[in-house]
């Protein structure tokens, strides 16, 4: 008899293997090197493996390992550095990673500043990292160049084609960065990148997967969900979730009637060049495997549920997804017949057992599991499998094994976790937060970002809202204290009413014929947040 709690404990086993084995071996290098036991620079040169692994301690329970990460991630990471860094994988990575911890950090038991979520110091690290990929979307068309150097920028000889999802792939994480420190930059730029790569979309509404960022003409124009593009409608649908956006949706909803009409067969979807919709490679990529997670967002769960037994499938065949699967053959597709531990079947697992309950989707957890402790462990780690065939390993232990992988396989197994929206944790699993506590934190409808960070909707609103309730006083007390007819922005009508002297100093209390009394501005102070509840007799003390 498998208890769901015997494979979550075998779950936390697997992860601890990897992590203590890339402490032990790897840090402070970016990732582990599992079969030499030693560690490697990839994607820059900023402990990433540990930055990727921070929310998952949380999410597995694990409070004091990752207060002593978040504070030592604080004292060792700089990004003042000289290193050629990828904008698409610092940002998933990165800055995802940071945020998703400043977010969890009150529940982690850390100290927090006053004010949290809206600022803390992990936040700052993740304004920081964002900052210096803020170069790379200065750009004639809004599109982003794929590489900034930390330190200097973009180089002069960067190329200017980028992947879709390289363009498209930001409104999340500078969105939450926006909406809690308050700078909009961030959320505009990722807003015009999104908007500029809309209007490269061919007659028959598909785009491909590489883009010229300067002149917007299509280098590769294949159009599919799989590798270059995937991300990009992943931040379409998630953002507008997560935004309450209709731009965002009615795009999305544009694509997937042309995703639907071209590139659907017999629930697989193939690659087709963008102008003509013609089949141009009948291949599953294990990438594209995310897409049934995203259609059941939506509410599309039959076609969801049908497109993942045909990758569940192939699966099966192999103990893994092959990067790339020749669909008339059956097949692995040469040079491409590895699996690097990833996480987008588990992922969709996750959602559509969420959404249906059915019991396949425990049986694939569980088969992922079998195969990655069979195939992939090594003495200090689990490497990448080079070869699915055979079994051949690589020496290479991907971040996102620890930040996704291992994270959607828990949360598959634990239904009522807090990330869910909590089932048995009832009134614990929500917190207080903001000015004087008045927001209402962590109590459900997590955006998981596409490098698995869980990120508070709550949280955004709680920010931007003191920022707009601060935006309103100011103008108001800005508008009493200007004196009369100097205020230029207000209209007319305004500068009259505050012309004209309050009763009391005015020669006579009686209105002049045709005149209506008006209220001023700001007569009382405005009633604290409590006593709004009080009018039907709940009276809410302030503690």
Not at 508 to 516: D, H, N, Q, V, Y
Request: hydrophobic share 35%.
């Amino acid at each position: 008899e498998v208890t769901v709690s015997y494979l979550k404990q075998r779950i936390k086993s697997m992860f601890y293997h990897a992590y203590n084995s890339y402490l032990d071996n790897a840090f402070p290098y970016d990732e582990l090197r599992p079969l030499t036991c030693d560690g490697q620079d990839t994607w820059g040169s900023f402990s990433l493996t540990l930055i990727d692994a921070l929310d998952t301690l949380l999410v597995l329970g694990n409070r004091t390992e990752f207060q002593r990460v978040a504070s030592l991630l604080q004292n060792t990471v700089d990004f003042d550095i000289d290193v050629n860094a990828s904008v698409f994988e610092t940002n998933i990575r990165v800055v995802g990673g940071l945020l998703s911890a400043h977010l969890l950090a009150g529940r982690a038991g850390m100290e927090l500043e006053p004010g949290w979520p809206c600022s803390g110091p992990l936040l700052r690290m993740a304004e920081d990292a964002a900052r210096k990929l803020l170069p790379a979307f200065q750009t004639p068309t809004g599109m982003p160049y794929g590489t900034v150097n930390l330190l200097h920028g973009v180089s002069a000889t960067e190329t200017p084609v980028t992947c879709t999802a390289g363009v498209g792939t930001f409104i999340l994480e500078f969105a939450t960065l926006s909406r809690l420190t308050g700078d909009e930059t961030f959320e505009n730029v990722a807003r015009r990148a999104l908007r500029a790569l809309w209007k490269t979309r061919s007659d028959i509404g598909l785009v491909g997967n590489h883009i010229d960022i300067l002149t917007k003409k299509w280098v590769a124009q294949d159009a599919g969900i799989g590798a270059g593009v995937d991300s990009y409608f992943e931040y379409l649908v998630k953002g507008a979730i997560m935004l309450q956006d209709e731009e965002l949706l009615s795009m999305f909803r544009e694509y997937d009637q042309a995703i639907q009409n071209y590139t659907r067969f017999d629930d697989w979807y193939l690659w087709v060049q963008m102008h003509k919709g013609t089949v141009s490679m009948p291949v599953f990529q294990s990438l594209e495997a995310f897409w049934p997670g995203l259609q059941s967002l939506l509410g599309n769960l039959d076609s969801a549920a049908r497109t993942f037994q045909n990758y569940y499938s192939v699966w099966r065949q192999f103990g893994g997804l092959p990067e790339f699967y020749s669909i008339p053959q059956g097949y692995t597709v040469d040079k491409r017949e590895g699996y690097p531990l990833r996480p987008e079947l588990i992922e969709s697992a996750m959602y559509l057992f969420r959404a249906t309950g059915d019991h396949t989707y425990l049986q694939l957890g569980l088969d992922a599991l079998e195969s990655i402790e069979r195939i992939a462990k090594t003495p200090c780690g689990y490497a990448s499998v080079k070869d699915l065939r055979d079994h051949q390993l690589d020496n290479r232990m991907e971040s996102f094994f620890l930040a996704e992988t291992i994270k959607y396989l828990y949360l598959l197994f634990d239904p009522n976790h807090f990330l869910h929206g909590g089932g048995t944790e009832g009134v614990g699993s929500w917190e207080e937060g903001g000015e004087g506590g008045q927001c209402v934190l962590g109590a459900g409808g997590f955006i998981f970002n596409t490098e698995a960070h869980p990120l508070d909707p709550a949280a955004l609103y709680c920010c931007s809202r003191h920022a707009q309730d601060r935006q309103e006083l100011r103008d108001i007390l800005l508008h009493l204290s200007q004196p009369a007819g100097k205020s230029g922005h207000q209209s007319k009508q305004h500068a009259e009413q505050t012309e004209r002297p309050p009763p009391g100093q005015s020669d006579s209390i009686a209105l002049k014929p045709g005149e209506r009394k008006t209220s001023p501005l700001l007569s009382c102070p405005v009633q604290p947040f409590n006593a709004r509840f009080s009018v039907l007799g709940q009276v809410f003390t302030e503690n």
